[in-house]
């Protein structure tokens, strides 16, 4: 019988090719457009872990200042850190695998006649195992650099790009403002962060010559600190609060003048951020599925009253109500099942394509697809009893009337 009703829906179907395409259109749209819309959505939290994770592994920043919200910036009424704090984490607290500090300032940088603006930032080179950064050409700073702050500097490839084009700048001078430095490294290109800034666009100095010929004292507005393990991250936050309100003389009763940023909250914050305008873009877009539903219901509305006749033939002939009923319910279904079909292929080609255009990783949500393929099938089921139903309890006398 479900065989029967099944090949005869077919038939239906065919019979009217235009009307079953614009009735099946709503929950091609609705599957179509939940499935891109969750890809593009999970392309968009994998682009920003991977963009965070650039910034630096297990890493915790210690900031001068209390914390405040938006954009770090430095506090000027606090107290900076010194070189002395530096070596009392790196001495004194367990499980650190590196410190470095992290003084910056935005400076226009000059080769030749051509010009750029990048971050200088002064530190020493456990900044590049902090945040996993590497040169692909040259090297990283010596010990005779770092302690008696020579002008070397090690550039990105942004910057590489905007003064120097296809030549090779190893053992080149540019000047930083009026300061001149040689350049000994190029640092491997890390591209745009979670927050939208080009990290390559970046000249880092050895600490000791930013504070001497750039700032001009021995502060140090920030300090990078990489954890051994991400799960003891937690534990090393309370031993560097300690540490640094014991250092900064803090009463009990004090507030911090320091705070500590963690990149693995900033991550999770963020990743539960897109996540959830992924999940409310989808459903937005799933109310569409409802739409293709009622167009449903009024099609298969509309196919009763245009086989009245039929119906009344086939009943005062011995079928069943439920027989009646099982076929065009199984014709709502056969629509809306088919709809999900095309939406499904039609949405992954539509994902497929804006994650390429907008560079973000393809993830192929599975649980996604079966959900929207699932629900275009209860949509045929639930938008469709209702005709089915109306179908199955004509009187057989009336329908062989109907004109």
């Not at 950064?133 to 500097?153: A, K, M, P, Q, V």
């Not at 990290?199 to 600190?225: A, R, T, W, Y």
């Not at 393990?229 to 009763?253: F, H, P, Y």
Request: with cysteine; hydrophobic share 45%.
């Amino acid at each position: 019988m479900l065989s029967n009703a099944f090949i005869i829906a077919i038939k239906e179907i065919k019979r009217n090719m235009l009307r079953s395409f614009l009735t099946i259109l709503g929950i091609v749209i609705g599957v179509a457009s939940v499935i891109a819309m969750v890809m593009i959505g999970d392309g968009t939290t994998a682009n920003v872990k991977q963009s965070i994770s650039k910034l630096g592994t297990n890493m915790l920043t210690l900031r001068v200042g209390q914390e405040r919200r938006g954009p770090p910036r430095e506090d000027n009424s606090a107290k900076p850190f010194t070189q002395g704090d530096i070596n009392a984490i790196r001495n004194e607290l367990q499980n650190i695998k590196a410190v470095a500090s992290e003084n910056s300032s935005k400076m226009n940088i000059v080769y030749g006649n051509k010009s750029t603006t990048a971050s200088v930032i002064g530190t020493s080179n456990d900044y590049f195992t902090i945040k996993d950064w590497e040169t692909t050409d040259g090297r990283i700073f010596d010990e005779n650099e770092l302690n008696n702050g020579r002008s070397s500097c090690i550039i990105g490839t942004t910057v590489v790009k905007q003064l120097f084009a296809d030549e090779n700048p190893i053992g080149m001078n540019i000047r930083l403002k009026n300061l001149t430095c040689n350049i000994i490294g190029i640092l491997k290109s890390k591209g745009a962060a979670a927050f939208g800034n080009d990290q390559d666009e970046i000249v880092i100095v050895p600490l000791k010559m930013f504070q001497q010929k750039i700032k001009g004292d021995k502060d140090i507005s920030s300090i990078l600190i990489s954890i051994t393990d991400g799960d003891l991250i937690n534990n090393a936050k309370i031993e560097i609060t300690s540490l640094m309100q014991e250092r900064r003389n803090l009463r009990v009763e004090e507030a911090d003048n320091f705070h500590i940023r963690d990149m693995q909250e900033t991550l999770s914050t963020m990743t539960s951020t897109t996540q959830m305008l992924t999940y409310l873009l989808g459903s937005i877009a799933g109310i569409s599925l409802l739409v293709g539903g009622i167009g449903i219901m009024n099609i298969m509305l509309v196919s009763v009253t245009e086989r009245t006749r039929e119906i009344g033939t086939r009943l005062a002939i011995g079928a069943m109500e439920n027989e009646v009923l099982l076929q065009f319910l199984v014709e709502a279904i056969v629509l809306s099942t088919l709809g999900g079909a095309i939406g499904i292929v039609l949405g992954l080609s539509i994902g497929s394509l804006s994650v390429n255009i907008m560079d973000l990783p393809f993830i192929l949500n599975n649980k996604i697809i079966l959900i929207s393929f699932i629900f275009s099938t209860l949509i045929g089921v639930l938008f469709g009893y209702f005709p089915a139903r109306k179908a199955a309890r004509l009187n057989p006398i009336d329908a062989l009337r109907y004109e």
